[in-house]
């Protein structure tokens, strides 16, 4: 099946610093590249999402960054604040068209006031 | 707009006892999706509907478990007899459209505890 892989596992930063997470993938036949944010207790919530026609996509202080050759994409929050302290999932693209998207083990942000 | 609900938020059992989860998704979804996400590690989909039929069933451990959605609307995920293993958070989640056409949206979850 999809191997999907999330560096790092963990992560702490000082308030107002940049923060990012990697995602790798085995294969894809999708366009489609999400991530997620799961706060303690609740269900993961998409925060950003790019297709593959382009690179990099900005909502505030989230990006995404793709490069679909090497097989991974990225988030990136910048200024961090404590109210972004969760744990983030990539969900990696089908390896077939009709299968589902895999989550990633996920990666947990903790930022330090 | 209303968001995904489910019932119960939380449930303690002993094994080999039965459990059943319900779940309601948002109006208008036609694929609902049961996931199982152990503690840890990453949401890992058990099945998904799209309207009342079954999609994808693959990683759904059938000799224990089972699904159904009457009426392309709620849905319930049942187990029985539960195993230690099973204790997990249960997500339901619902989208528009299927794959990279929706955006899948998570309800709270219920979390099971076998003892």
């Known amino acids: 099946g999809e191997n999907v892989e999330q560096h790092p596992s963990t992560l702490s930063v000082q308030e107002g610093d940049s923060a990012v997470i990697k995602c790798t993938y085995s294969?894809?036949?999708?366009?489609?590249f999400p991530w997620y944010k799961q706060e303690l207790g609740k269900g993961p919530q998409l925060i950003i999402d790019?297709?593959?026609?382009?690179g990099e996509k900005k909502d505030q202080r989230i990006a995404v960054t793709l490069n679909k050759t090497a097989k991974h994409f990225s988030l990136h929050i910048t200024e961090t604040q404590p109210e972004d302290s969760a744990v983030y999932f990539c969900?990696?693209?089908?390896?077939?068209?009709?299968?589902?998207?895999?989550f990633g083990p996920g990666t947990r942000l903790s930022v330090l006031p | 707009e209303a968001g995904v609900a489910q019932s119960p938020r939380y449930k303690i059992i002993e094994k080999r006892q039965s459990v059943a989860f319900w779940c309601n998704p948002i109006?208008?979804?036609?694929?609902l999706y049961w996931y199982q996400q152990i503690l840890g590690q990453g949401p890992k989909l058990l099945i998904q509907?799209?309207?009342?039929?079954?999609?994808?069933d693959s990683q759904l451990p059938k000799d224990r478990f089972s699904a159904e959605r009457l009426k392309g609307v709620d849905s319930t995920l049942k187990i029985q007899p539960a195993k230690l293993e099973d204790s997990a958070v249960y997500l339901c989640?619902?989208?528009?459209?299927?794959?990279?056409?929706?955006?899948?949206?998570f309800g709270p979850g219920t979390r099971l505890t076998v003892t």
């Open positions: 790019i297709r593959s026609n382009v």
């Open positions: 109006s208008g979804h036609a694929t």
């Open positions: 969900a990696a693209p089908p390896r077939n068209y009709g299968q589902n998207f895999v």
């Open positions: 509907f799209q309207n009342n039929g079954v999609v994808d």
């Open positions: 294969d894809s036949a999708s366009n489609y």
């Open positions: 989640a619902s989208s528009l459209g299927v794959g990279d056409k929706g955006e899948q949206y």
